[in-house]
């Protein structure tokens, strides 16, 4: 076993840690980084509100949020609570003494627990089974998909407002690879929003134990471990359940932890191929998750072993563009019609002055205030290093999540994220949960996490 993997958590003593010489200065800190966030979010509120009643162009009743308020409880509130109390109390013990295996299985069912109760806040049928059939969602076009082929090769044909028989938003707005994993589901017997919400939720909650992965195979076994309670208790869940991107989340995300592995010299060719097949998936859900890249290039820069497992991570990335090419998608065509088709509709009327900032309020809301702390201490890491990004175990951790920050970064600034990114962004956004291991105290931030996370579903009822 590597000798980083068999240290009870000894990083976290050396003078390479990311706590401050003064842990009274460093809360301090914490708490302006924080207050600072609650003030972003209070003004994307207030502004927002005020540019919409005046010219309605913000498209959200609830902004920065695509919300409407409704305080209500439901099913799935007693069962909140004491998952939130559990993981609060009992959470960093848990992560702390479990064997490693188990210790992925718990927080994988304890994820499961959490997102499942939070969609269920909102009862089954509004929580879960009507979430993907809305008139915008992926089931909607199930049966035009009665014959695949025939359907991709006509699919950009389709794909703007004024075409005849346009998709709905969403299968407009994505590469055809999520609409055909929901048809495959129907298939298979497991048609309908239930079947669909439940694999979304299913799946989506496994991104937890992918991060977990590549934190310790990057960073060390001990910083995965302090980090586990926070990527099982955050507000993203509430999004997780139910929307395609908690999908999307889990594909990216097992795409790069499976490119962790391979370089760090675990199995290279059988991750590293893995990995290429997830990748070349990911850009068949979404177009915006090229920008994995970024994390992926953090990843490789990361690695002991960054060359060996590059052709074989190759081979597996074309896997998938060649199917949807053979079969007649035109990647590059379609997207060119869908930045059309995104200022035909909400997308060339929502202001880009306001949305490229209050963007930054929804990622506030799904990370929570214990991720905002902690991205502050990831900064202060890096300007500790002052460039030397490969070392110590602190010093990668950090770079593995800025590179996602980096990432949102980018897609903010395309102007092709305006609103909704509370949902559009949960495959970058649970990268930045992993800085949390470097919070003292994590049963006051878990805290705050599930609080602000109860206030949202309890509070709001979400567009997804």
């Known amino acids: 076993m590597h000798r980083d993997l068999r240290r009870d958590p000894a990083p976290l003593r050396t003078k390479d840690s990311a706590r ?41 009743n609830w902004p920065p949020l ?21 993981v609060v109390l009992h959470g960093p013990a848990l992560a702390r003494r479990l064997a490693w295996r188990p210790l992925l299985a718990a927080v994988w069912a304890a994820a499961l627990a959490w997102t499942w109760s939070l969609a269920l806040i909102d009862g089954w049928h509004r929580g879960v089974a009507e979430q993907l059939t809305t ?39 994505h590469p055809p690879g999520a609409t055909v994993t929901f048809v495959l589901l129907d298939r298979v017997g497991l048609g309908g929003g239930g079947w669909a919400g439940a694999f979304c939720i299913t799946v989506g909650t496994t991104a937890a134990v992918a991060i977990l992965c590549a934190v310790r195979a990057l960073a060390g076994e001990s910083w995965a471990r302090r980090a586990a309670p926070f990527l099982v208790l955050t507000p993203a869940a509430v999004w997780v359940g139910t929307s395609a991107d908690g999908y999307f989340t889990a594909v990216t995300a097992w795409a790069v932890a499976l490119l962790a592995l391979a370089v760090t010299g675990h ?72 930045v059309t088709r995104y200022y035909q509709g909400a997308g060339g009327v929502r202001p880009y002055g306001y949305w490229v900032w209050a963007n930054f309020a929804c990622t506030v809301l799904i990370i929570g205030p214990a991720s905002v702390a902690a991205l502050r201490r990831c900064g202060g890491v890096l300007l500790a290093r002052r460039g030397r990004l490969t070392g110590p175990a602190t010093a990668r951790l950090a770079l593995l999540v800025l ?16 609103a909704e990114t509370e949902r559009i962004w949960l495959p970058f956004a649970f990268w930045l949960l992993p800085a949390c291991a470097l919070l003292p105290g994590p049963r006051v931030w878990l805290a ?15 567009g997804w």
């Not at 996602?404 to 897609?411: D, E, F, R, V, W």
């Open 403 to 418: 590179s996602a920050l980096l990432a949102l970064l980018i897609a903010d600034l395309s102007g092709m994220s305006k």
């Open 267 to 338: 199995r290279p060719r059988w991750t590293g191929l893995a990995s290429g097949l997830l990748f070349g998936l990911t850009v068949y859900l979404s177009y915006g998750l090229t920008l994995f890249a970024v994390p992926g290039a953090a990843v490789l820069l990361l690695g002991r072993d960054r060359l060996r497992p590059l052709p074989y991570a190759a081979a597996g990335f074309l896997v998938v563009p060649a199917l949807f090419t053979a079969l007649g998608f035109d990647w590059w065509e379609a997207y060119r019609l869908l």
């Open 135 to 173: 008139r915008h969602e992926y089931l909607r076009a199930i049966d035009r998909f009665g014959d695949i082929p025939a359907t991709l090769r006509d699919f950009t044909a389709h794909i703007l407002i004024d075409a005849p028989d346009n998709w709905p938003a969403h299968v407009a707005g």
């Open 66 to 86: 695509l919300a409407h308020w409704e305080p209500h409880t439901g099913p799935g509130t007693p069962a909140a609570v004491l998952v939130a109390a559990a």
């Open 20 to 60: 401050p010489r003064g842990p009274a200065s460093g809360l301090r800190r914490d708490l302006y980084a924080v207050a600072a966030a609650a003030l972003l979010v209070l003004a994307a509120a207030l502004i927002g509100w005020s540019i919409q009643r005046r010219y309605g162009s913000l498209r959200v």
């Open 448 to 462: 705050g996490q599930a609080l602000l996370a109860l206030l949202l579903n309890h509070l709001l009822v979400t």
